[in-house]
C-alpha cells in the first residue's frame, strides 16, 4: 500500500492566523495516521491576482508553477480556510485560481485538482467558526474536479481555542479534527490501493 502524501495549508497569509495553527495540528494527525505530509504556507508564494492578459503576455508565474507542481505531487489537499464576509479569502482563491491554469496545450484541463481528495477545516473568532467560507470552498472544489470529504469542523472563537504550544484546548474539538484528518489519510489509503 503506497502512503498517501497530502498537501496542507491554510487560505491565509497572516503570520498569527488561526487558520496556520489549526493546519498545522490537523497536519500532524494526518502524519499520525501514516500521511506523508507536506505544509506549505502560502505567504511564501506570493502571486499577482489573477490577470487573463498577464498570462497570456507572461504565461504563468514562477510561484504559480511552484504551487501547481506541489499540488500535482500530492494525492489529497487539507485546508484550513478562514472566512471572510462570508467566503472564502481573496488569497485562497488567488492561488486555486492560477493553479488551475493549463501550461501547454495538450494538458489535462484542471490537471492539479482532477482526481484530488480534500478535507476541509477552519477557525474563525465569530460563532459559526468559518462555516460559511468552507460552503463556498466546497462548491468550488466540487465543480473543478476535487473529491471533498463530507466530514468538515469549524472552529469558532478561535481566539480561545489554542494553547500556547498550538494545540486545541477542547479535548472534544481535537478529536474531531484529528477525525477529518485521519478520514482524509484513510479515504487515500483505500483508494490508493
Given at each position: 500500500m503506497s502512503t498517501p502524501k497530502i498537501l496542507a495549508f491554510?487560505?491565509?497569509?497572516?503570520?498569527?492566523?488561526?487558520?496556520?495553527?489549526?493546519?498545522?495540528?490537523?497536519?500532524?494527525?494526518?502524519?499520525?495516521?501514516?500521511?506523508e505530509v507536506t505544509l506549505v504556507d502560502l505567504r511564501d508564494y506570493p502571486l499577482p491576482l489573477f490577470d487573463g492578459d498577464l498570462e497570456e503576455q507572461q504565461g504563468l508565474p514562477e510561484n504559480a508553477k511552484k504551487l501547481k507542481a506541489i499540488f500535482l505531487a500530492h494525492d489529497g489537499l487539507l485546508?484550513?480556510?478562514?472566512?471572510?464576509?462570508?467566503?472564502i479569502t481573496a488569497v485562497l482563491k488567488n492561488?486555486?485560481?492560477?493553479?488551475?491554469?493549463?501550461?501547454?496545450?495538450?494538458?489535462p484541463?484542471?490537471?492539479?485538482?482532477?482526481?484530488?481528495?480534500?478535507?476541509?477545516?477552519?477557525?474563525?473568532p465569530g460563532a459559526l467558526g468559518g462555516l460559511r467560507g468552507l460552503v463556498h470552498l466546497r462548491a468550488i472544489l466540487g465543480n473543478i474536479g476535487v473529491i471533498v470529504l463530507p466530514d468538515q469542523v469549524a472552529v469558532s472563537k478561535?481566539?480561545?481555542?489554542?494553547?500556547?504550544?498550538g494545540g486545541l484546548k477542547d479535548e472534544r474539538t481535537a478529536k474531531q479534527v484529528t477525525?477529518?484528518?485521519?478520514?482524509?489519510?484513510?479515504?487515500l489509503k483505500k483508494h490508493l490501493g
Amino acid at each position: 500500500m503506497s502512503t498517501p502524501k497530502i498537501l496542507a495549508f491554510a487560505g491565509s497569509t497572516r503570520s498569527a492566523s488561526y487558520n496556520k495553527q489549526l493546519v498545522r495540528f490537523a497536519a500532524e494527525a494526518a502524519r499520525a495516521a501514516g500521511a506523508e505530509v507536506t505544509l506549505v504556507d502560502l505567504r511564501d508564494y506570493p502571486l499577482p491576482l489573477f490577470d487573463g492578459d498577464l498570462e497570456e503576455q507572461q504565461g504563468l508565474p514562477e510561484n504559480a508553477k511552484k504551487l501547481k507542481a506541489i499540488f500535482l505531487a500530492h494525492d489529497g489537499l487539507l485546508i484550513s480556510s478562514p472566512e471572510y464576509n462570508s467566503s472564502i479569502t481573496a488569497v485562497l482563491k488567488n492561488t486555486l485560481d492560477w493553479v488551475s491554469r493549463g501550461e501547454t496545450d495538450d494538458e489535462p484541463a484542471l490537471a492539479a485538482y482532477r482526481g484530488k481528495t480534500a478535507a476541509l477545516i477552519s477557525a474563525s473568532p465569530g460563532a459559526l467558526g468559518g462555516l460559511r467560507g468552507l460552503v463556498h470552498l466546497r462548491a468550488i472544489l466540487g465543480n473543478i474536479g476535487v473529491i471533498v470529504l463530507p466530514d468538515q469542523v469549524a472552529v469558532s472563537k478561535a481566539y480561545e481555542a489554542f494553547d500556547d504550544k498550538g494545540g486545541l484546548k477542547d479535548e472534544r474539538t481535537a478529536k474531531q479534527v484529528t477525525r477529518v484528518a485521519q478520514g482524509l489519510v484513510n479515504f487515500l489509503k483505500k483508494h490508493l490501493g
